[in-house]
């Protein structure tokens, strides 16, 4: 991994840090999210990776028209640089500046320093869009969610959950959360799907690169000179050194029209401050830079009424992080077909388990989807990948509307130490 990320921002810098060929970020909203016609979700998702896209296309069977491209990051790839460029009017005029002493990207002559200033860009950029953060996509009910988007030409979805986690957890169980998060993306596309939107845009701000805990040995000090802001993995300011293993840039070799200077660690170093050391972003290297762009239509789909499964054998507590339950085929007699379901588990209206395993029926593990036949049952291994919730239901749900075909009750979480 340590050589893939020398020689990978050797040769981005060689190329003098862009990729021919490849869609950039300011691009997206011009080139993909105008061009899809109608009303359109855009997802901005915190800290996706590409292989993380990948897998949520894969999550949306029913889609047509899915595409999904790799796209670079702009430089520094830490949020207020990488939402910001995701916005109207991005690949126009984009920089990234200092305002105020504090860093700042701008776009169309608005210095966005954090949040607010964007939102109140989009809102002057497009009258009348709607802004929800994904947990209120999934909270609210298909008839509230309706209302509240349906005089919106463009209905913009915020994640933050990937990035929270890494920088919160950055160990295993912060992988198996992410996973997770996926899946609820997945929902949230076919909850606004149910509620009218038939256009979606899913992308990033930046990746991230998730790795074994670093040593001492890999931390190098800061350039120092006039910090204007430093990260683990990028310093950006007035002068200063270039400590080695670090390569430096201005503002006006990425295309800005700023006095910044830009230091970043190669291959997996980071710089001696605050934050973790296995989850971090802002540097040049391939699992930060290229993040995904999906793009798809979902069809108005109803459930089939040939469309039943029935859970059983569902155990009266959750006592182990991965435990069995059993599904059966009912009410097609006179058919022959399989139908494909997706078995998961819910703690109030959020994702947080998922099947990994199906006996006496076919199990996609790519798009989580369980095909089975008339008449047949199936035993199912699912896996909680939060366990700081207190309850979950065991859930069968149609992968084309997210509809719920069975569910148990409200189970007891009590895990062992």
């Not at 915190?46 to 430089?75: C, K, W, Y």
């Not at 200063?240 to 190669?266: C, I, M, Q, S, W």
């Amino acid at each position: 991994m340590k050589k893939m990320a020398d020689g990978f921002s050797k040769a981005f810098a060689k190329s003098n840090w862009s990729i021919e060929g490849i869609l950039h970020q300011t691009r997206v909203y011009p080139d993909v999210v105008e061009k899809m016609g109608g009303r359109v979700a855009y997802f901005f998702i915190d800290a996706m990776r590409f292989e993380m896209g990948v897998e949520l296309a894969h999550q949306m069977s029913n889609a047509i028209d899915l595409t999904i491209r790799p796209v670079v990051a702009a430089l520094p790839t830490i949020t207020p640089v990488g939402m910001a460029a995701l916005l109207p009017g991005a690949s126009a005029s984009f920089k990234v500046i200092e305002h105020k002493g504090k860093l700042a990207a701008e776009v169309e002559g608005s210095p966005m320093i954090g949040i607010t200033e964007r939102l109140r860009y989009l809102k002057a950029k497009i009258p009348g869009y709607c802004d929800l953060v994904l947990g209120s996509v999934l909270e609210l009910s298909g008839s509230k969610l309706r209302k509240k988007i349906e005089n919106a030409p463009l209905v913009v979805v915020r994640s933050q959950e990937i990035d929270l986690i890494g920088e919160t957890d950055g160990g295993f169980v912060a992988r198996q959360l992410m996973t997770g998060i996926i899946g609820n993306i997945a929902r949230a596309i076919r909850k606004l799907s149910a509620a009218g939107i038939e256009n979606f845009v899913i992308t990033a701000d930046h990746g991230h690169q998730f790795s074994v805990r670093k040593e001492d040995d890999m931390k190098t000090d800061h350039p120092g000179g006039d910090t204007i802001d430093i990260h683990r993995r990028c310093w950006i300011g007035h002068g200063g050194t270039t400590p080695p293993g670090t390569t430096r840039v201005t503002g006006a070799e990425l295309g800005y029209d700023t006095n910044l200077d830009f230091v970043f660690p190669t291959g997996l170093g980071v710089f001696k401050t605050g934050g973790g050391l296995t989850f971090h972003h802002g540097s040049v290297s391939l699992q930060e830079l290229l993040v995904p762009v999906v793009s798809l239509k979902l069809p108005l789909v109803q459930s089939s009424p040939d469309t039943a499964a029935k859970l059983a054998n569902v155990p009266n507590q959750i006592t182990n992080r991965t435990f069995g339950i059993q599904i059966s085929r009912e009410g097609e007699v006179f058919s022959s077909d399989d139908i494909s379901v997706r078995v998961v588990l819910v703690s109030g209206n959020e994702q947080v388990g998922e099947t990994g395993m199906a006996i006496g029926a076919d199990f996609d593990r790519s798009t989580g989807l369980i095909h089975i036949s008339p008449g047949a049952k199936a035993n199912i291994g699912l896996m909680l990948t939060k366990d700081d919730c207190t309850s979950v239901r065991v859930v069968i749900q149609d992968p084309s509307t997210d509809a719920v075909l069975d569910q148990s009750g409200e189970l007891p979480i009590k895990l062992g130490i």
